[in-house]
């Protein structure tokens, strides 16, 4: 069994967290196990690098920038492996010169683009602990760069593919993909084994701690990724092509209070209206999320859109003035929003999802302003008053807190 | 004009200090030179790195502890280039994979074996400073190893001779290398211009601030070392293969007040006995610095040597415990000895400089208990309540704080 194995650098930050670190990869490697670790730069000294950059130059290079940064990962790994070789099994670290990690693209958002695993296999045959520097790579001029945001979790997900490794697992600070938010939901339970396609959706929905990318490339290889807790010793959740266990109708269900909708009202019902608004919208940079087009009274329509708080003004201002290139009657923003959303593989071929949904909402007396659906998800706009209420009574109406099996 | 300039990790710990740095390398640029800067870890980084080391492990593998120290020069040259970019010109960092700098031997203590500078030679050519990472290179197996104590000056001067420079510049927290003490003897002055085999000597005598290694390579390629202040403006001190400006006997005066002497006395006076003396300590791990052999009486020998005061006692030890492999009547130790040292390629061939030497010692009432000499150097063992006076008298009796010229 090969394993990638990826750690935040929030879980580095201090000898004690790098003897946990070192304790999961000891408890594989002693089964038998090859172990490549990823680690990022410990929160700590990336804030301090960060910190000395802004101090001299309010905006420093971004190549000069990705030099100082990527220190801050390769002497985490070192350390971890230190502390590898102090709990007595043998461990190296490499960075990305050494990993043969190759990308390409601008620095501070660099794409990986090829891996050669050569020294990795090495190592691995040597039976040694190999930790690696996330976030790097090595570019067409020999300059390292950074992948930007979640660059750790691209990194080892793109190893475990380059590797062939069975699975590649994410240590984090909660136990898996849950049901619900258990914050709101008390009844949310760790999924145990979804597909894929539903991690894409849980991960755009926020649930996830992996960002949607990340799940593409292990689909793309075919590779397992498991998600869970560094503390605790649960199994987390197994993200794979078929599953197995659950038999549920939907995985999980989310909330999201963050977004405010915008009807656009009395649009001419032409070809390409659609088209026209959202390219301006677009052009100014504004995130559209949800769009339901509906038709309105005496041939006009009705475009309306949920979009991120703080962007509904820049939308509205946007729109008003390009009301002589796209004629409407009036724009109606409603502030007090909520989006929630199901999702799960097994509502395809099953129509009878979203009348339960919305049966469930209704017994609650909770009124649903917009719906959209895909093939694997439902989303509904509601009162953002109604939001936790909407996920328990969505949580309670597909058993959610039982897998099938029980 | 191409120039490697050396800065010391201790003149890069804080933003303003690096500015200094950055000026220093600015003001030669845009004279039109091109420019190399070498920089080691910043003090308190590579303190702040040793320290998370030690935490972790009392004994970390050299090979992780040269991964993480390496990132400290990594991190100090992005710094350093952002600052050069901030004020105004083109800059760019470079590691040891990136400058193509290679090595060979141990972690902590490999050897420079190879330069590749050809993306240095690319990136100078497109006018921009090129600020490399001191102590480190890559070795056979692709890793980073650290080069040890005074690494980034050896980094300097092999850049310098890779590339061709016209000269190598240290900067120092000193004016440069002084005819003596300043603090002892009020009338030092700084030197101009020595050769690189008075500059051995200095250095060996510890008024220089770098290591005789960096001072024969220099020699080697035929570079120009240039020794100055980071702070003052001033010329410092040049060391290359011909003097110009200096025609004085001596170049300079040091005081050793850390030897205490050890007399061996009564030795057999047979072939091989000096041999197994200093076998016997050079096995304990004693170091000998002077040595002298003298008859003694009835067919037998005396050797005394200068040893550091704290390993005095191990000597003794030794010696008395060999005493049946090499016998001798009595050790003999003074802990209240100095050494006064003069040195200067203006010796050679002019048998009158010891005689000077010595008058001057003598009209200050100095004995002298030990004298060794050798083509450059003139080395006296004295009383250490006599080492001050000893310089002082020194100095004056050569006219040191006059050049030749003057």
Known sequence: MLTVKKFAGSSAGSPEQLRNV???????YEKGDDIVAVISSGD????????????????????????LMTTGAQGTAALLAMTLESLG?????LNAFQAGIHVTGRYGEARLKKIDGSRIVDELGDRTIVVVAGDQGVNAYHDLATLGPGGSNITAVELAGALKADSCEFYTDVDGIYTADPSICPRARVLRDVTYGEMMDLATLGTGSIQPECVERAKKYGIPLVIRSLEHKTEGTIVREETVLEKNLISGVA???????????????????????FDILAKAQVNVDQILQSLGHDGSEDISFTCPE?????AVETLENSREKLPFTKIDVDRDTAKVMVTGSGMIGRPGVA???????????INISMISTSEFRITCIISRKDGEKAVNAIHDAFSLDKTFAE
């Not at 099994?89 to 670290?93: D, E, L, P, Q, T």
């Open 44 to 67: 700590t000294l990336a804030g301090a690098l960060r910190k000395q950059a802004g101090v001299i130059s309010g905006s420093p290079s971004k190549r000069e920038l990705d030099m």
């Open 310 to 314: 703080d962007q509904v003004e820049k």
């Open 89 to 93: 099994v043998r461990a190296i670290s």
């Open 355 to 365: 009348a339960k949904l919305f049966e469930a909402l209704y017994n609650e007396n």
């Open 22 to 28: 070192a304790r999961r990869c000891i408890e594989d």
């Open 255 to 277: 909330l999201d209070k963050k977004a405010d909708r915008v009807s656009v009202l009395g649009l001419r019902d032409e070809p390409g209206v659609a088209y026209r608004l």
